[in-house]
C-alpha cells in the first residue's frame, strides 16, 4: 500500500478545523482550509510514500515522490494499460475533502471540448497560469460529484432566462434593472425550431445578416450547420458518431428550417 500526502488548498472560504482536525494536527489551523487534494492535479499533486516492502515499518518510509511523477515515470504501471489508453497517462479523477466556512464562489465547468479549446486559446495567448484573469488551468473538463458528510447545500444548474429576469425584477433594486432586461431580451433571441431525442434545433434574433444556418444544442454541447448548402460550421463537444447523425437530419429538415428561417426574418422578428 501507498501512503498519500494530501495537499491542502488555502481559499479564504475555508474553516479552520476541520481539515486540521481530520489530518490529527493542532486546532485550529493557522488560516483558513477549504480543501483538501487527492490526485495528481499539476498544482498540487499528492506526494506519495511507497514502501518498499510489506515489512517496512512506517518510520521507515523513504521520502516521498509527487503521484504525477510517478504516473509520468510508469502510466501503465501505475494506472493500468486501459485507464492509460483512455486518459493519455493522467489520472482521471481528483477526490477532494471540502470544508466550507462560507459559501463559495459560483463556478462554470466546461466541457472535455471547451476546455481543451480555452486552454490552448490561452496558452496562444501567453496568459501565466497565475494570473487571475486566467479562466483555464488545465484542459481537462471539470464535471462533479459531490457527496456531503455533514449537512451541506449545493445549487446546481442555471436557471432559464426567463425565470432569472423575474427573480431579479422582484426585487425592486433598480441597479439590477438593466440586467433583468437584458435576460428578458436573451430568452427571447433564441428562436426555437425543433426538438428532437433530447437535441435542440434553433437560431439566434440577430443572426439575419448571416447565411441562413441552424445551431443544435444537447447538454453542453452544441454545434451550428450552414444550410446552403448543409455543411458543419462550427463543432464544440460533439463525437464524429453525433455529427454524422445531426447532419443527416439537418438535410431531412432543411426545407422546414430554411422555411422557419425566412419565416422570422422576413416577419421583421
Not at 488555502?10 to 483558513?32: F, H, K, M, S
Not at 441597479?175 to 437584458?182: C, R, S, T
Not at 444544442?217 to 464524429?240: C, H, M, Y
Request: hydrophobic content about 40%; charged content about 25%; overall charge negative.
Amino acid at each position: 500500500m501507498d501512503l498519500l500526502d494530501a495537499k491542502t488548498r488555502d481559499y479564504d472560504w475555508g474553516t479552520t478545523d476541520a481539515i486540521a482536525e481530520l489530518q490529527g494536527r493542532p486546532v485550529p489551523a493557522p488560516g483558513p482550509e477549504a480543501e483538501l487534494w487527492m490526485g495528481a492535479h499539476p498544482t498540487a499533486p499528492s506526494g506519495v510514500r511507497r514502501l518498499p516492502s510489506s515489512a517496512t515499518p512506517p518510520a521507515a518510509l523513504a521520502s516521498s515522490v509527487t503521484l504525477d511523477t510517478l504516473i509520468a515515470a510508469d502510466p501503465q504501471g501505475e494506472l493500468g494499460p486501459e485507464v492509460t489508453a483512455r486518459f493519455g497517462g493522467r489520472l482521471p479523477f481528483l477526490l477532494k475533502v471540502l470544508s466550507a466556512a462560507r459559501a463559495l464562489s459560483i463556478q462554470v465547468h466546461p466541457s472535455r471540448a471547451q476546455a481543451e479549446a480555452g486552454y490552448a486559446d490561452e496558452n496562444a495567448r501567453r496568459v501565466p497560469l497565475g494570473d487571475p484573469a486566467r479562466n483555464y488551468v488545465d484542459d481537462w473538463p471539470k464535471p462533479e460529484l459531490l457527496y456531503a458528510l455533514t449537512p451541506f447545500e449545493v445549487a446546481a444548474g442555471l436557471r432559464t432566462p426567463a425565470d432569472a429576469s423575474a427573480l431579479l425584477q422582484a426585487l425592486e433594486v433598480d441597479e439590477l434593472k438593466p440586467l433583468a432586461a437584458g435576460l428578458t431580451d436573451l430568452g427571447a433571441a433564441l428562436a426555437t425550431v425543433l426538438r428532437w431525442r433530447g437535441y435542440r434545433f434553433y437560431f439566434f434574433s440577430n443572426e439575419g445578416s448571416e447565411p441562413r444556418h441552424i445551431h443544435i444544442d444537447r447538454g453542453e454541447n452544441t454545434i451550428k450547420f450552414w444550410l446552403d448548402p448543409v455543411s458543419i460550421a462550427r463543432n464544440i463537444g460533439f463525437s464524429q458518431r453525433e455529427q454524422n447523425l445531426l447532419l443527416a437530419k439537418v438535410e431531412e429538415e432543411r426545407t422546414r428550417f430554411i422555411e422557419a428561417w425566412n419565416e422570422y426574418f422576413n416577419s421583421g422578428a
